[in-house]
Each structure stands twice: as structure tokens, then as C-alpha cells.
């Protein structure tokens, strides 16, 4: 049997990874994010793909819609002007919403796109303190079950 919320998030990494964009990466699947500043991982974009939640509204006994929130991380160690060197990992993040937004998945064919999110467009704590760009989008899709 396979589990409706991670077929998605995994089919958002494929059509990530599908795409053009102005920088590099493979975006992955995880259960879980975590990378290390030590270990030179934020050194190249990381993007990666995990369940948020799922909301589903009972139609009838055989029906329901099941409203999918899968979350996209965006991150970047960028140097220390930050004004300067966040401008190109946010214009990454714009092109991954235009490539998104209103995406069928071909991995999960009734799956609908209902919304993406952008928040936080980046996180300032973590600039500040660990100067790593780090961003947030949340896309919801809608998959009946029946």
C-alpha cells in the first residue's frame, strides 16, 4: 500500500528536478532536514522536499478529499554581504513557484494543485546568526479518494 502524502512529496521532487532553473540541485525527498554548516553542505543550494500535513473532509462513506501540504526548504550559506548574496538564492526561489504553481504531477496523476506559499521568503534569524538563506514553500494538493 503506498502512503497518498509521501507519493506526492516525492512527485514534487521529480517535477523539481525536471526543471530549468538558474542554479543547480537535485531536490530530495527527506523524512526529516538536516544539513551541517561544518560539513560544507549549504555551500552549493540545497533543496529539499517533506510532508507538512494533510487535511482530509469525509464526502460521503466512499469519499474523501484529501488535502496534501508539502513543504519545499530552499538553502544557502552566503557570505557576508547578505544584502548582496540573498538576492539570487530569493530570484531561485520566484522560479521554483513559477514552475510549480498550477503543476500537475505526472507521478501522481489525480493529485491537484490547489496553492503555494512562500513563508518565510527567508528566514532572518538564521541569516543573521548562521549566515544560511533559508526559505520556505508550502504547496497544497488536493487527491480524492474513493
Known amino acids: 500500500m503506498s502512503n497518498l502524502s509521501i507519493d506526492i512529496a516525492k512527485a514534487v521532487a521529480v517535477e523539481l528536478n525536471e526543471g530549468t532553473f538558474s542554479d543547480t540541485f537535485t531536490a530530495a525527498w527527506k523524512p526529516y532536514v538536516k544539513f551541517s554548516l561544518q560539513s560544507g553542505d549549504l555551500d552549493s543550494v540545497q533543496v529539499s522536499v517533506a510532508v507538512k ?35 539570487a538564492p530569493c530570484d531561485l526561489v520566484e ?22 506559499e512562500n513563508d518565510p521568503i527567508y528566514d532572518s534569524v538564521q541569516l543573521i546568526e548562521d549566515g544560511v538563506f533559508t526559505s520556505v514553500l508550502t504547496i497544497v494538493y488536493m487527491a480524492m479518494k474513493g
Open 53 to 87: 500535513a494533510r487535511t482530509t473532509v469525509q464526502y460521503s462513506r466512499e469519499v474523501s478529499q484529501n488535502d496534501v501540504s508539502i513543504m519545499i526548504g530552499v538553502q544557502k550559506k552566503v557570505g557576508k554581504d547578505r544584502d548582496v548574496d540573498i538576492i
Open 95 to 116: 522560479e521554483i513557484i513559477d514552475h510549480m504553481a498550477g503543476r500537475a504531477l505526472a507521478d501522481v496523476p489525480y493529485a491537484r494543485f490547489v496553492s503555494i
